[in-house]
């Protein structure tokens, strides 16, 4: 017997060992699943690291307000003033200083460039992925599932790169407010009282946020709510010192502006109109982004109910709550954009990880099996969301943007040393331009917040730039200041273009050169008064005859007293003007056109009936000087033909002259 049992003991103990060692390789497997559940979320994150790898150093603006906020710094550093006199030249963005400050210090050390503004926003960015994933990951209490939290945290945040317009690495104020603020509250969460050091720095740093961006108060008020619940004394003190501090910058800020800090950043907001029906847009765009944002709230009444919720979620729960009012009022304000969707966009997937760490953490051991894989569950889920929220790759910078970037800083330097941009400042300061530059974005604000006597022609008058470099999209108060002393020598090459990769679609297109008296030119029709009877007329399109500004009210950029337009009536009006003969004297014939682009608004040189030349505008009510070469039709009568058939359109023509 025992030596037909002995081979039978051997193999039941290998079969057990086998099953022993099956379990321990299923526990590591499922202890440490999470981890591999993380994939797409460091997919993502890798996506958006190559994405601002390639933008960092570009050379011009990614965003139409870029070179703005460096000029702001850029005028500190020059000891310029910031607050100015309004209307009289630059005005500042109706932003607190605190951007600024930071661009400045940067700018100090390193110089002001576009690499060193998106340094400041990258690190910004780093503080706000830094402190949402730490705490992400400290709702759980198990190793790997702390790890997984944290990287899930921060593919959560990087998948709301598109949603935000890419806003990210931009050098905007919006990162380094945000920033700020959860710093702030970060501080401020931590359990027992405040060292003296403590309650110092987080003081300082709720200020700084404040007068980043004024929406950072929406966060502090939840932060001492949440705080003087706690410790009714402590939060007190900080409230305290939070008012007693801001009251203090205020007054300084007031002091060293002359008054006009809260002219800027308080009274001419609140003239700005709201557009309600964006609060609904924002709350879309943000369920296509989060579908589970509405079961926050209900999940963590739920976990209260059983005990099951732990401060730190509830905390930051109150934060995503302060950040829709932070975010959807600036994005319903007129002018708004996607950028001010970012706070709830970043802090909505690592609260909703902190939810499910306060139900892991909190359960009973009894309940670890289910909870445990309802853990699981919601990565397993995340995973697959995170797999289908790849970054498109137009956010990065191609190689061919780069060279058009740099062909374009080559262009506005031989320009010479006195050029404004009033779209993209620092474009023309990079480019070795002296004279002043004024950013159009605080007269846009002012100018739809209703203020009246906005006037920039005395400021274009005082510093006479040399050429301007205008993209097109400008405000009619600003074509209005340019208009009679600057006309449009060329536009840029295909090869020059930079479009923007996000925000307002407005990029460098025209170069304006300042118009000096020049001797009377042999001019064939000057258009100083509407054509006459002898010139062949079809349709009603040419019926108002000529006008110093176009239909809608527009200044037409570098006429010389009135010109020939086809939109008397409106732009649905067509028609035709046939001039009287004329003998070709010289070999080209030069003419101011504007207006629409399409191949239905044209001006035609004919010779013999036959069309030998045409030019049109190019979509703006910018006159361009534009030649018909007529060399080899000297000593033959033509005509001009001015052609309207575009009922959605109209024509500019002004001073047709020999050369």
């Known amino acids: 017997m025992t030596t037909h049992d002995q081979p039978v003991r051997e193999g039941t103990g290998d079969r057990a060992a086998r099953r022993r060692a099956a379990q321990r390789l299923f526990g590591i497997f499922r202890e440490w699943l999470p981890l591999v559940l993380t994939v797409p979320a460091l997919v993502v994150a890798a996506q958006l690291l190559r994405i601002v790898a390639t933008r960092l150093t570009f050379p011009v603006d990614l965003e139409w307000i870029e070179g703005g906020q460096l000029l702001h710094a850029y005028r500190v550093l020059r000891g310029e003033e910031l607050f100015t006199e309004p209307n009289v030249g630059f005005m500042p963005y109706s932003y607190p200083p605190g951007h600024t400050v930071v661009l400045t210090v940067f700018g100090a050390i390193f110089g002001v460039d576009y690499w060193v503004g998106r340094l400041v926003s990258c690190l910004a960015f780093a503080i706000i992925v830094g402190i949402l994933s730490a705490h992400a990951a400290a709702s759980f209490s198990a190793r790997p599932l702390r790890i997984a939290a944290a990287i899930t945290a921060v593919g959560m945040i990087a998948a709301a790169f598109p949603l935000t317009g890419g806003w990210f ?120 982004f989060a579908p589970f944002l509405p079961a926050l709230p209900a999940v963590a009444v739920i976990l209260a109910l059983y005990g099951l919720l732990n401060a730190r979620a509830l905390y930051w729960l109150g934060l995503l ?40 953490s909190k359960s009973p051991r009894r309940a670890a099996a289910p909870v445990g894989a309802l853990a699981l569950f919601v990565f397993a889920a995340g995973s697959a969301y995170l797999s289908r929220r790849n ?151 040419f019926r108002s005859g000529v006008r110093s500004r176009s239909k809608h009210g527009r200044a037409i950029v570098g006429r010389r007293g009135y010109v020939l337009t086809s939109d008397g009536g409106g732009d649905d009006e067509t028609g035709t003007l046939l001039s009287p003969e004329f003998s070709v004297e010289k070999p080209k014939l030069s003419a101011f056109v504007g207006g629409g682009e399409s191949k239905k608004l044209a001006l035609r040189v004919r010779v013999n009936d036959e069309v030998v030349g045409e030019v049109r505008g190019g979509n703006h009510e910018l006159l361009e000087l534009l030649t018909f070469d007529l060399r080899d039709y000297i000593g033959q009568f033509a005509r001009l033909e001015i052609v309207d058939e575009d009922p959605h359109g109209h024509i500019l023509v002004d001073h047709v002259c020999w050369n």
């Not at 800020?253 to 009274?267: P, S």
């Not at 970012?342 to 902190?354: F, R």
């Open 321 to 360: 709550g302060a950040a829709f009012p932070a975010s959807m009022l600036p994005y319903a304000k007129q002018g708004g954009y996607i950028n001010n969707l970012l706070p709830v966009a970043v802090i909505s997937g690592p609260v909703a990880l902190m939810l499910v760490g306060s139900l892991v």
């Open 391 to 541: 970054i498109p790759p137009s956010f990065a910078v191609t190689p061919a943007r780069r060279a058009a970037a740099e062909r374009l800083i080559e262009s506005v330097k031989a320009l010479g040393p006195s050029v404004w941009s009033p779209h993209h400042p620092f474009v023309a300061i990079k480019a070795g331009s002296k004279v002043e530059q004024v950013h159009e974005m605080p007269w846009v604000d002012a100018w739809l917040a209703g203020v009246q006597g906005l006037n920039l022609k005395p400021w274009v008058e005082r510093t006479r730039p040399e050429h301007i470099l205008l993209t097109g999209r400008e405000i009619p108060l600003l074509m209005e200041a340019i208009a009679d002393n600057y006309h449009m020598v060329r536009r840029l090459s295909e090869a020059e273009l930079v479009p923007p990769i996000t925000g307002f679609p407005t990029y460098p297109q025209y170069v304006l050169a300042r118009s000096e008296k020049k001797p009377k030119q042999d001019c064939l029709f000057e258009f100083e008064s509407a054509p006459g009877d002898d010139w062949g007329r079809t349709g009603r399109a």
């Open 169 to 288: 690495d931009l050098i905007r104020n919006d990162e380094l407010a945000l920033g700020l603020s959860l710093a702030a509250a970060a501080l401020a969460f931590d359990r027992g009282p405040m060292s003296r050091r403590r309650f110092i720095t987080t003081l300082l740093v709720m200020n700084a946020a404040v007068f980043t961006k004024q929406t950072a108060v929406f966060y502090l008020t939840w932060v001492l709510l949440f705080h003087f619940v706690r410790n009714p004394r402590q939060g007190f003190k900080l409230g305290v010192g939070l008012l007693l501090l801001g009251a203090a910058t205020t007054g300084f800020l007031e002091w060293v502006t002359h008054g006009r800090y809260l002219d800027y950043t308080v009274f001419l907001l609140s003239k700005q109109v709201v557009h309600k029906h964006m609060y609904q847009d924002a709350l879309n765009r943000w369920l296509d």
